[in-house]
């Protein structure tokens, strides 16, 4: 299995700031993903973190609002832009191996953000 | 959009078995069906997945039907840890997951 590490587990920042989340994994991984929990919500996808190229955004989320980086196979970013009060919401790191590797995915643990 | 649909909640007694519903009736050949479970405040945990058998591990079993058109996770002693949201998804190999709404279980007393 593959330990996923989320850093920080929660914050609360001011409206108009900008957050970065850090994701890294014990080991390569092929794909690595970002989604967002609302609240009492189920998990949605932001994106696919891309080694060595851009992230693949789902519809609804954009490269300027959510810039993501993945400079190699065992971490990944996540930046919160220009953060207004609906930015608040857990964001979670998932890690899948792809068809060669693991069968299922992996969780961080979230990180828990709050806007005021 | 998920494609698959599940109970929005159910209840179950503590030490009995608990049998959660997913049907999945557009699943394509290529898809396995995958089971997460989220305990409150926790990232999402692997339960079980299969393709066209039924699946057993430590954590619970999977029953698929003959047509894969809808399976069934079976927690065969549900203890109060049990309480989670469980998500029935298809999933083919690299693909990325889609996460409906789930099922809400309550383990009672």
């Known amino acids: 299995s593959a330990v996923i590490s989320q850093k920080p587990s929660r914050d609360i920042c001011q409206r108009g700031t900008s957050l970065t989340i850090q994701c890294q994994v014990d080991?390569?991984?092929?794909?690595m993903f970002w989604y967002r929990q609302q609240p009492g919500q189920s998990l949605t996808l932001i994106a696919t973190?891309?080694?060595?190229?851009?992230?693949?955004?789902e519809s609804g989320f954009v490269i300027d609002k959510f810039p993501i980086s993945r400079p190699n196979l065992t971490f990944s970013t996540l930046t919160v832009s220009n953060m207004s009060p609906e930015d608040s919401s857990i964001y979670l790191c998932?890690?899948?191996?792809?068809?060669?590797?693991?069968?299922?995915?992996?969780f961080g643990q979230g990180t828990r953000l709050t806007v005021v | 959009d998920a494609k698959t649909t599940q109970p929005t909640s159910m209840d179950c007694a503590e030490g009995r078995a608990a049998n959660l519903p997913c049907n999945h009736s557009?699943?394509?050949?290529?898809?396995?069906v995958y089971w997460y479970r989220q305990i409150h405040s926790q990232g999402p945990q692997y339960i079980i997945h299969?393709?066209?058998n039924n699946e057993t591990n430590e954590m619970a079993s999977l029953i698929i039907t003959e047509d894969r058109k809808s399976s069934t996770l079976i927690l065969p002693h549900a203890t109060l840890r049990d309480t989670a949201v469980y998500y029935c998804i298809e999933k083919a190999a690299g693909n990325k997951l889609t996460f409906g709404g789930g099922t809400r279980v309550l383990v009672k007393p």
């Open positions: 998932s890690v899948d191996g792809g068809a060669g590797t693991y069968t299922e995915a992996f």
């Open positions: 299969g393709l066209k």
């Open positions: 557009t699943i394509s050949g290529n898809e396995y």
């Open positions: 080991s390569q991984v092929t794909m």
């Open positions: 973190a891309n080694q060595g190229s851009e992230a693949t955004y």
